[in-house]
C-alpha cells in the first residue's frame, strides 16, 4: 500500500538553502495581506519579486496571512487538554492527510498562525494508504475525553463513502465515540456550527469565519515527534 509522501523535488526545492527567499516572500506575503491586497495578485508580486517557482510560491501561500488575521485566529483557539467534555467538529480530509502526509514523509509547513499544512490535497479523489488507520486511531485517542467527536468529509469526493465505512469500524472496534457525515459543503457546515463545539482544521476559511478551534494536527505530530517540517 501506497505512502502519502513527498513530491520528488521537494527536497531540492525546499532546502535551507532557499530559505532566506522563501522567508522573505512570506513576510512581504503576510505584509501585502495585512493591507487587503488580494491574495492571487500578491502572492505573484512576491513570487516574482524572489523567482519561485509555482509550489514554492504554493507554500509561501499556504503558511501566509495578515497579523490580524492571525491574531484572531489564536484568541479562539483552544488547547487539546482543554477539550475534555466538549463536542469536537473534524474537518475530515484537512487533518487525516496532514497526517498521513507526516507519517509518509512529506513536506509539512509550519504557517505563520501556528497551524501545520501540507501541499498534498485532494484531488476529486481520496485513496486509503498504509497510514491511514494509524493516523484515525492516533486521533480517536486523543480525544477520548471529547463529549462527542463528529467528522466531516466531502461527499462529492470519491471514495469518501468507503473511509466513513472505516472509521464506523474502526470506532465500534475500539469504542469511539464517533459520528460521521459525508457533506456536500463541508466547510460551510463547521463553520455555522457554535463556540459550544470545538472545531479541528488548518484551513484558512474555516479557522477565519468558524468559532473556537484546536490545533490538533500539529499537536499530536509535535508529541509523536513526527513530520518533515518546512518553516519560513
Same mark, same amino acid.
Given at each position: 500500500?501506497?505512502?502519502?509522501?513527498?513530491?520528488?523535488?521537494?527536497?531540492?526545492?525546499?532546502?535551507?538553502?532557499?530559505?532566506?527567499?522563501?522567508?522573505?516572500?512570506?513576510?512581504? #506575503?503576510?505584509? @501585502? %495581506?495585512?493591507?487587503? !491586497? *488580494?491574495?492571487?495578485?500578491? =502572492?505573484?508580486?512576491?513570487?516574482?519579486? &524572489? $523567482?519561485?517557482?509555482?509550489?514554492?510560491?504554493?507554500?509561501?501561500?499556504?503558511?501566509?496571512?495578515?497579523?490580524?488575521?492571525?491574531?484572531?485566529?489564536?484568541?479562539?483557539?483552544?488547547?487539546?487538554?482543554?477539550?475534555?467534555?466538549?463536542?469536537?467538529?473534524?474537518?475530515?480530509?484537512? #487533518?487525516?492527510? @496532514? %497526517?498521513?502526509?507526516? !507519517? *509518509?514523509?512529506?513536506?509539512? =509547513?509550519?504557517?505563520?498562525?501556528?497551524? &501545520? $499544512?501540507?501541499?498534498?490535497?485532494?484531488?476529486?479523489?481520496?485513496?486509503?494508504?498504509?497510514?491511514?488507520?494509524?493516523?484515525?486511531?492516533?486521533?480517536?485517542?486523543?480525544?477520548?475525553?471529547?463529549?462527542?467527536?463528529?467528522?466531516?468529509?466531502?461527499?462529492?469526493?470519491?471514495?469518501?463513502?468507503?473511509?466513513?465505512?472505516?472509521?464506523?469500524?474502526?470506532?465500534?472496534?475500539?469504542?469511539?465515540?464517533?459520528?460521521?457525515?459525508?457533506?456536500?459543503?463541508?466547510?460551510?457546515?463547521?463553520?455555522?456550527?457554535?463556540?459550544?463545539?470545538?472545531?479541528?482544521?488548518?484551513?484558512?476559511?474555516?479557522?477565519?469565519?468558524?468559532?473556537?478551534?484546536?490545533?490538533?494536527?500539529?499537536?499530536?505530530?509535535?508529541?509523536?515527534?513526527?513530520?518533515?517540517?518546512?518553516?519560513?
Amino acid at each position: 500500500m501506497r505512502n502519502r509522501g513527498p513530491q520528488p523535488n521537494d527536497p531540492q526545492l525546499f532546502a535551507p538553502k532557499h530559505f532566506p527567499a522563501l522567508t522573505a516572500a512570506t513576510d512581504d #506575503l503576510c505584509w @501585502l %495581506l495585512g493591507r487587503g !491586497y *488580494g491574495v492571487d495578485s500578491a =502572492l505573484q508580486l512576491v513570487g516574482n519579486r &524572489y $523567482r519561485l517557482n509555482k509550489r514554492q510560491r504554493m507554500a509561501v501561500g499556504r503558511v501566509s496571512a495578515g497579523a490580524e488575521e492571525i491574531a484572531a485566529r489564536k484568541s479562539r483557539e483552544v488547547e487539546l487538554a482543554d477539550i475534555a467534555g466538549r463536542g469536537v467538529a473534524i474537518d475530515g480530509f484537512n #487533518l487525516l492527510i @496532514l %497526517l498521513e502526509s507526516a !507519517y *509518509g514523509g512529506g513536506l509539512l =509547513l509550519h504557517a505563520r498562525d501556528g497551524t &501545520y $499544512r501540507d501541499l498534498a490535497g485532494v484531488h476529486g479523489t481520496y485513496k486509503h494508504v498504509r497510514h491511514t488507520e494509524p493516523a484515525l486511531l492516533l486521533v480517536g485517542e486523543a480525544l477520548r475525553p471529547a463529549a462527542s467527536v463528529k467528522w466531516y468529509f466531502d461527499q462529492p469526493v470519491s471514495n469518501s463513502g468507503r473511509l466513513k465505512t472505516l472509521l464506523r469500524k474502526l470506532a465500534e472496534s475500539h469504542g469511539f465515540d464517533w459520528d460521521v457525515e459525508l457533506a456536500y459543503n463541508p466547510d460551510k457546515e463547521l463553520i455555522a456550527l457554535t463556540d459550544e463545539v470545538v472545531l479541528v482544521s488548518s484551513d484558512s476559511w474555516i479557522l477565519d469565519d468558524g468559532g473556537a478551534w484546536c490545533n490538533l494536527g500539529r499537536t499530536l505530530l509535535e508529541r509523536e515527534g513526527v513530520g518533515w517540517v518546512a518553516k519560513f
